[in-house]
């Protein structure tokens, strides 16, 4: 149940700037992991499903960038600094690396 709870929190937190930001055709969200696309797949999908949930679809409405570390720390201020750099409306860390 927490969850559940987590994933609808962390929708409706995300989705507060696309609200704000209505006048933007296609509002991006920007995902950072240290991590590799393999270790987040299930996660990353959960995601995706939630935001379909609340009227956002990947690629229809709105878009999802994934840049991945691959356990490789010393790339992630340069993947930071390109998703900067794109203009993406949220910026996720998705992880604890990421986030530093």
């Known amino acids: 149940m ?3 709870q987590f994933i609808a929190g962390f929708g409706a937190i995300t989705l507060l700037p696309f609200t704000l930001l209505a006048q933007q055709a296609m509002p991006v969200i920007g ?9 987040y797949a299930a996660r990353l999908a959960n995601f ?13 409405n709105g878009r999802i960038e994934y840049l991945f570390a691959d356990e ?3 790339r992630l201020p340069a993947l930071a600094s390109s998703l900067v750099s794109r203009q993406v409306n ?11």
Do not use: F, H, M
């Not at 995902?31 to 270790?39: F, Y």
């Not at 995706?48 to 229809?60: F, I, M, W």
């Not at 949220?90 to 530093?100: D, F, G, K, M, T």
């Open 90 to 100: 949220v910026l996720i860390a998705a992880s604890a690396p990421a986030a530093l």
């Open 48 to 60: 995706r499903k939630a935001l379909s949930e609340t009227g956002y679809v990947d690629g229809q």
């Open 72 to 74: 490789q720390y010393d």
């Open 31 to 39: 995902v950072l992991s240290s991590a590799s696309s393999r270790d």
């Open 2 to 4: 927490r969850r559940r």
